[in-house]
């Protein structure tokens, strides 16, 4: 099994800036895809932004406010969220997709609230 722990969720102020972190428990070179997904109060859970090899991909809500990246030599994605708005309040969730597993594994979530 591999355990994913998120970190870094909040209060933060509209405008204001968090940075997400997921540590995993194995390696992430071994990863197809990582991903970022959050989840509001009575909405589906959607995708963020997502990285499969050398490439990212964002929700259009998000473009050019959040940066996903990884640091695989820590064994750690990240979630950098800038000029946050109160409609990015929910439960975040990293997320990670190995060859060797049958299906993705998936954090327990952090909260993000951004609020004045």
């Known amino acids: 099994q591999v355990q994913l722990v998120e970190s870094g969720g909040g209060l933060v102020q509209p405008g204001g800036s968090l940075r997400l972190s997921c540590v995993a428990s194995?390696?992430?070179?071994?990863?197809?895809?990582m991903a970022w997904y959050r989840q509001a109060p009575g909405k589906e859970r959607e995708l963020v932004a997502g990285?499969?090899?050398?490439?990212?991909n964002y929700a259009n809500s998000v473009k050019g406010r959040f940066t996903i990246s990884r640091d695989a030599a820590r064994n750690t994605m990240y979630l950098t969220m800038n000029s946050l708005k109160p409609e990015d309040t929910a439960v975040y969730y990293c997320?990670?997709?190995?060859?060797?597993?049958?299906?993705?594994?998936w954090g327990q979530g952090t909260q993000v609230t951004v609020s004045s």
């Open positions: 997320t990670a997709l190995f060859a060797d597993r049958p299906q993705r594994d």
């Open positions: 194995r390696s992430l070179f071994g990863a197809q895809t």
């Open positions: 990285i499969t090899g050398g490439s990212t």
